[in-house]
């Protein structure tokens, strides 16, 4: 089993940057892949960005590649996810999430492990 819990959240103005960070526990060498989905009431959890046990890195592009970074420290325990240039659209519940098997990245019910959610308010 693995635990995850996100922090960083919080209200801020749209322009601003801010840093979520998700603290994974357990079998984190279970895991090949971590990712960041985002929720908003009534909507379906929808793909960020995520990041493999080999670095390899995915965005969803339409909505914010080249304003989130997906990163995570040498352990692979403690994953990040730097935003910049916020907008009020970004405003959402953020989950983290784990994924054990060798597979696609970007649909939350490949996701084995999830955190409890750090909601992220964009003022305009």
């Known amino acids: 089993q693995v635990q995850l819990v996100e922090s960083g959240g919080g209200l801020v103005q749209a322009g601003d940057s801010l840093r979520l960070s998700c603290a994974a526990s357990?079998?984190?060498?279970?895991?090949?892949?971590m990712a960041w989905f985002r929720q908003t009431p009534g909507n379906e959890r929808k793909f960020v960005a995520a990041?493999?046990?080999?670095?390899?890195?995915?965005y969803d592009e339409k909505s914010v590649k080249g304003r989130f970074t997906i990163s995570r420290d040498n352990t692979g325990n403690l994953l990040y996810l730097q935003m910049s240039s916020l907008k009020p659209e970004d405003t959402a519940v953020y989950y983290c999430?784990?994924?054990?098997?060798?597979?696609?990245?970007?649909?939350?019910?490949?996701?084995?492990?999830w955190g409890q959610g750090t909601q992220v308010t964009v003022s305009s």
């Open positions: 990041i493999t046990r080999t670095a390899d890195r995915q």
């Open positions: 999430a784990g994924r054990e098997d060798v597979g696609g990245v970007t649909l939350p019910e490949w996701y084995d492990y």
């Open positions: 357990g079998r984190t060498d279970s895991i090949f892949a």
